[in-house]
């Protein structure tokens, strides 16, 4: 059964932003210019164009044009999901920039959060992680050796802290505290953002065999990132 006109448009259009020929924030061909491409009316096209609005592909701006529109990339809030992973089940690319991965002596805040005494060695690692080469979350990481190890031996260009502490370090309990943050000039600059966008922070705590084995901050750019959280009652899920 052969589509409506208005349904080739729209799947035209969705395939060439899908395939980066259009690309966030860039203008997408005229009503004038789709509707002499295909040779059809002005109310086939502006309803193919409607839907793609509707449905978050495009935006409209009067007097200005079509946009595609720039998607927000979404993260848990209830699970450890590696952010690699998550990237990659986008469909889009990841990267990240190494910036630290060094023993330090812990100060007393630090010190309190990951129960040591002040001044005892951990480990830090800082990295900024990258979807399609953007900047979409710079974490700061603290590691009790006694837990990790060899943590600080590892290469986080070919995996992630997520993943390597997920296969040596099993996970008892994770706490996360979440608010919203304007971050220093140094995040702004690894993020790639203006002074006056907020950032969401999570603080996360993760106990492994009893020991509290990191103290994570992780920034998200407000502008690049949502959290969600779900959650579904079900027979037998506690135990």
């Known amino acids: 059964m052969k589509q409506p006109l208005f349904k080739i448009i729209k799947e035209h259009i969705i395939k060439q932003i899908l395939n ?3 690309k966030e924030g860039e203008k997408i061909p005229t009503e004038m210019q789709l509707l002499q491409e295909f040779k059809t009316s002005r109310p086939t096209v502006n309803k193919a164009i409607s839907e ?3 449905e978050g592909y495009v ?23 590696n952010i690699a992973d998550e ?8 990267s990240n920039v190494l910036l630290c991965l ?11 959060i990951l129960h040591v005494v002040k001044d005892q060695k951990i480990f830090i690692s800082k990295i900024i992680h990258k979807e399609n080469d953007v900047p979409v979350r710079f974490d700061i990481r603290y590691i009790k050796p006694f837990c990790v190890p060899h943590y600080i031996e590892q290469d986080f260009t070919n995996t992630t802290p997520t993943q390597y502490l997920q296969k040596v370090c099993p996970i008892q309990k994770v706490e996360n505290t979440i608010e919203a943050e304007l971050v220093n000039k140094t995040i702004q600059e690894y993020l790639d953002i203006s002074e006056f966008e907020p950032c969401l922070l999570i603080s996360r705590t993760v106990t492994s065999n009893d020991e509290i084995a990191s103290y994570s ?16 009652n079900a027979k037998h899920t506690f135990l």
């Open 20 to 22: 980066h020929e259009y």
């Open 52 to 54: 793609l609005v509707i």
């Open 59 to 81: 935006e409209r701006f009067a007097r200005l044009g079509t946009f595609v529109k720039k998607q927000i990339s979404q993260s848990s809030i209830l699970d450890l999901k």
């Open 87 to 94: 990237i990659k089940d986008r469909g889009n690319t990841y």
């Open 102 to 112: 060094e023993e330090i002596k812990a100060n007393e805040e630090i010190s309190k």
């Open 217 to 232: 901050k992780l920034y998200y750019p407000s502008s690049r990132y949502k959290l969600n959280s779900s959650w579904e």
